[in-house]
């Protein structure tokens, strides 16, 4: 029995009676229950061992991978399914105490007697009928787990049962160890093949997270824990282990959330120092320089411990040494060990690692990025770096984003009188870390370079800092004009001229920013940070002007320029991945607009830079909306409100908060809706009204979710917003969702004038979806649908599918309406939305007895199996099944599986509860 509580945030899953009062249960103690039991990934390992499975010639597979990447799991799942098809399965796992006794491995399943026979041929024939007798005529499927270990006899059995195809074989061994001969021998013959066990991805590291913790998790958090532990499945168990023992985990705004330092359990501790057990003193002290090194040249490493120490760890597998443009470079296999390690090592020998470290590497010929971890070193060790190497190190941890660090570095710089020469470090790495309004103050301190140069990029971060960090747009606006009063030098004031372009574009300008943009490219050197700036603005504004072949050429010049700067101005790339996100969105490549949002998101994540992520998780909600993805809308909304509401970012705030109202408006979570979008009403951002007609259209489906009339006039109010931009593909689109809301004649003659002057892309099939529905053409929408589907938007597609199938229950042709609206249901399946056309949408209805005729067929039972089944002849079943394929809009029984389930009648039937 099972007792529904009240759950809490951090509590979730349901609670067992114990006859006492139901007690909370923390979902971390469920999630630590459950965690060795979840299986993710290994799609294609499953696919090829049940592929052989089937196949007549196959007799077995090896599976071979390193220490901990699953292949035990792998072997559960694969006995798991095959329990429910047609083997009987015999499942052993050999160890070291049984490698000298004759059938050891298998003892458990042969009888006593045989346990006493000499090993010979009889035996092997004795062994292999009593586990052939086991199967009860069920083939039998042999699972051997650590093969290496297995003795001679179980050896021998396993063969010659595959050999004769008595049984299937599935063996697994360590990476290394090797597998026996005679197993390995089925490979070498073609009887069976090897499947290579590798690490999870980074993709199959969230998805465990997901599962375990029941919600989706920030992609910080995957990316910690999939560099931590290089993707080894027993690691990352016991890293999330530890982090749900520790509570480490959070959850904000729906999504898991973790800092990036491993919390360092007895239990995981003690688990690391079973591993090194049995090392040399000096080969744990080579770990323990990598642990605080990270990343150290072969030499440097030699001249602090013994060379045979280093081979040592390296031959253990402890120790990877990788080839890099500057050298070779030594690190931990598994940097988890490194956590584990730093946190163990008591701090004075830390501090006597951290200085020969730095020792070391300052005494080689140093190579990029040394100065900045011997800097690293010495400030942690409380020694103050000279000011020269500083600059130097500063300049290296700003480049590679390393926020901690570069703020340390720069409070040094300012200390030592330095502070004008590190105001964009300085600046910007206050602004990322979420704390602009610091940034602010302390640039505003700062004595006025003396330098133009100095000048113009105090003002620009200044400037910055105030439009994207405070939402103060004026301010911004007023100190760029009063800078450029001051300078007279061309290269400073193109600087801050393209910067006034940036604030034009997103403050709706779009051709004055163009304008502006397009002067500074006309003056200013071709490499010049001028210039760079320049080219972005212009690409943003055309891509909102819908000249996307301009868009595209002058966003690949700004990438192609920005190279030397991207240290120096990191927000470059954001605004280069906006403009061609936004330049594919608006003409309808919505896959290519997917693959950018999803290539920036990876980079921003990698590099830990919380405001790029927050940035490219807007990209990614946006990419979501135009594709029907209501899930991943959701997803990325919420950990970019996370982090934009952790770091202030008010103007992205909004956006984000807008974009989740419509999702979860679309959702049916209406009353959530309406919170979400009355806070981003509150935060009333001008920084980036650029993008204010998302907010609007945002409105006007949450006005469409409560029935309201008004939410066709809302979001015409989108269009009109993006009209006065320029932004006609932005218009475009909101003229859509205005027929999308049910007020297709209003807006047809808008639509197809822009269409006409589009010429391709999205906006003609916008212009011809709304002309059929205005028109009644189900054979206009049918074609419609399609279009929309090839696009990429299958919520689109299903809603012009939902409105052909209307059309055809009209005009009497019921098949042909059934058939259009399962088209439109299969369609809106993976998306969650609910839209007003899909709400319109009468669904297929089969009889009782053909939905059970056609659940048997689904399930794989011939017609003549049904019709034995149910006492009918052959042909009534197949005349049941091919009404039901009618109704359905399908061609064969194969399709069936993925149907049925929409159209079994239940009260989910309707949209949930949005009202």
């Not at 139901?22 to 469920?30: A, D, F, K, Q, T």
């Not at 499953?46 to 090896?62: F, K, N, Q, T, Y």
């Not at 091919?882 to 809009?889: E, I, N, S, T, V």
Request: charged share 25%; proline share 5%.
């Amino acid at each position: 029995m099972t007792l529904e509580v009240p759950v809490a945030p951090e509590q979730v899953g349901p609670v067992a009676s114990t006859g006492r009062s139901p007690l909370y249960v923390p979902r971390s103690w469920i999630a630590m229950a459950e965690l060795g039991q979840i299986f993710v990934g290994r799609r294609a390992e499953l696919d090829r061992i049940h592929a052989a499975m089937r196949h007549p010639e196959s007799s077995g597979v090896a599976l071979i991978g390193d220490d901990g990447t699953g292949k035990s799991r792998l072997l559960t799942e694969v006995v798991r399914r095959a329990e429910q098809d047609r083997f009987t399965v015999v499942r052993t796992c050999a160890c070291q105490a049984t490698v000298t006794v004759p059938f050891g491995a298998f003892a458990q399943y042969l009888p006593a007697a045989l346990m006493d026979t000499a090993f010979n041929g009889n035996a092997l024939r004795m062994a292999a009928d009593a586990l052939i007798g086991q199967a009860g005529g069920r083939d039998l499927l042999l699972v051997i787990d650590d093969a290496h270990l297995l003795d001679e006899a179980s050896v021998a059995l396993a063969f010659q049962m595959a050999r004769r195809r008595e049984a299937f074989v599935l063996a697994a061994t360590r990476s290394g160890d090797g597998i026996p001969d005679p197993i390995a021998e089925l490979c070498t013959s073609g009887l069976a093949e090897w499947i290579e066990v590798r690490p999870f991805t980074r993709e199959e590291v969230g998805e465990l997270l997901e599962s375990t913790l029941g919600g989706p998790a920030e992609g910080v958090l995957v990316q910690h824990c999939w560099e931590a532990t290089g993707g080894n499945a027993f690691l990352l168990r016991e890293l999330v282990t530890a982090m749900l023992e520790t509570g480490s985990l959070t959850l904000a705004e729906g999504v898991w959330r973790g800092g990036e330092e491993t919390p360092v359990t007895s239990r995981l501790a003690g688990l690391v120092d079973k591993r090194l057990a049995d090392l040399t003193p000096e080969c744990r002290r080579a770990l323990e320089l990598l642990a605080f090194g990270e990343a150290i040249g072969p030499e440097v490493l030699a001249a602090l411990v013994s060379r045979a120490a280093v081979e040592t760890a390296e031959a253990r597998g402890i120790v990877t040494v990788e080839r890099h443009p500057e050298g070779d470079r030594a690190r931990l296999v598994y940097p988890l060990y490194g956590d584990v390690l730093r946190a163990r090592v008591p701090r004075l020998r830390a501090r006597r690692c951290r200085e020969e470290l730095a020792d070391a590497v300052e005494a080689a010929a140093t190579g990029p990025g040394d100065l900045l971890r011997i800097a690293a070193w010495r400030l942690e060790n409380g020694v103050q770096p000279p000011a020269g190497a500083v600059a130097a190190a500063l300049r290296d941890a700003w480049s590679c984003l390393d926020l901690p660090l570069s703020r340390q570095l720069a409070s040094c710089a300012v200390a030592a009188g330095k502070g004008a020469e590190v105001a964009e470090p300085l600046g910007y790495g206050l602004m990322f870390a979420g704390r602009p309004g610091d940034a602010e103050a302390r640039l505003a301190a700062l004595p006025r370079p003396v330098s133009e140069h100095g000048q113009a990029r105090l003002a620009g971060v200044r400037a910055f800092t105030l439009a994207f960090g405070l939402d103060s747009v004026p301010e911004a606006s007023l100190l760029l004009r009063s800078t450029l009063g001051d300078l007279t030098e061309e290269e400073p004031r193109a600087e801050l001229h393209a910067l006034r372009a940036l604030l034009h574009v997103f403050a709706g300008r779009c051709h004055a920013g163009v304008v502006l943009a397009e002067r500074v490219i006309a003056t200013s050197p071709a490499g010049s940070r001028g210039r760079c700036v320049a080219e972005v603005a212009r690409g943003v504004a055309l891509a909102f002007l819908r000249r996307p072949e301009e868009s595209f050429q002058a966003l690949a010049q700004a990438r192609e320029l920005s190279l030397p700067w991207q240290g120096e101005l990191p927000w470059l790339e954001i605004f280069i991945e906006l403009g061609r996100v936004h330049a594919c969105l608006l003409t309808g490549c919505f896959l290519q607009a997917q693959a950018h949002a999803a290539e920036g998101y990876d980079r921003a994540v990698a590099r830990r830079f919380p405001f790029a992520i927050a940035w490219f998780c807007l990209l990614r909600a946006l990419v979501a909306r135009a594709r029907g993805q209501v899930r991943e809308e959701l997803h990325r909304c919420r950990e970019g409100i996370a982090i934009a509401r952790e770091h202030g970012n008010r103007g992205l705030l909004a956006v984000l908060l807008a974009q989740l109202a419509q999702g979860l408006a679309l959702a049916g979570d209406l009353k959530a809706a309406r919170r979400a979008l009355a806070e981003a009403d509150g935060l009333d951002q001008r920084s980036l009204w650029l993008l204010q007609p998302w907010i609007e259209l945002a409105r006007s489906w949450v006005a469409a979710a409560g029935d309201s009339p008004e939410a066709p006039a809302i979001a015409e109010k989108g269009a009109a917003l993006a009209r006065e931009f320029g932004a006609v593909g932005m218009e475009a689109l909101a003229l859509h969702d205005v027929a999308r809301m049910g007020a297709p004649q209003h807006v047809l003659g808008r639509l197809r004038e822009l269409a006409g002057q589009a010429g391709e892309g999205a906006v003609p099939l916008y212009a011809a979806h709304v002309a059929a529905a205005a028109a009644g053409d189900g054979d206009g929408l049918a074609a419609s649908s399609a279009d929309l589907e090839r696009l990429g938007s299958p919520l689109l597609a299903a809603e012009a599918a939902a409105e052909q199938a209307n059309c055809h229950r009209a005009a009497g042709d019921l098949a042909a309406a059934s058939a259009a609206a399962a088209r439109a249901l299969r369609l809106a399946e993976s998306s969650g939305a609910w839209t007003p056309a899909l709400c319109a949408l009468e669904r297929p209805r089969l009889t009782r007895r053909e939905h059970q005729i056609a659940e048997l067929a689904a399930k794989g039972m011939s017609s003549k199996e049904i019709s034995a089944h149910f006492v009918l002849s052959v042909r009534t079943v197949e005349n049941h099944l091919q009404r039901a394929y009618r109704k359905l809009g399908i061609g064969d029984r194969s399709e069936l599986g993925a149907l049925l389930g929409l159209f079994r009648p239940a009260p989910g039937d309707e949209r949930p509860g949005a009202r």
